[in-house]
């Protein structure tokens, strides 16, 4: 299964929001999920829609799971390439590969943003709906 998920805040930080979105081998959508999670930074954003697509995944009973997102860093922090340094994302960090554990076979990749837009709109709803209150 892949999940392509996204995470964005309208300030750094901001009111935040994230975003999951199943698809199956043929591009099929399977399932999708957004959530406000209030005040956050785009960073944080984006690890909280990473465990959004894991639970997502998880609940769709997947085994095996590819993450696509369009933060460079937060693929590769959790991939192992870039240290985690920001005492903030640590427990995220860890939250993250715990929650891989969980699957047979994972992968978590970076593509660019117009490659997302699914999860990009999800999240930009729940940013205008908590901006309307």
Do not use: C
Not at 99 to 126: G, P, T
């Amino acid at each position: 299964m892949t999940v392509h998920v996204d995470g964005g805040a309208r300030g750094n930080p901001g009111p935040a929001a994230a975003a999951a979105v199943a698809t199956g081998p043929d591009g099929d959508v399977l399932g999708e999920r957004s959530a406000y999670i209030g005040e956050a930074t785009n960073n944080v954003a984006e690890y909280r829609a990473v465990l959004l697509g894991l639970e997502l995944a998880g609940a769709l009973g997947a085994r095996e799971v590819d993450v696509v997102n369009d933060s460079e860093l937060v693929a590769r922090q959790i991939g192992g390439q870039y240290k985690v340094k920001h005492a903030g994302l640590k427990p995220l960090h860890a939250e993250t590969l715990s929650a891989l554990r969980r699957f047979d076979r994972w992968s978590v990749r970076n593509v660019r943003r117009e490659s997302n837009e699914r999860a990009d709109r999800l999240v930009n709803r729940e940013l205008d709906e908590a901006v309307r209150g």
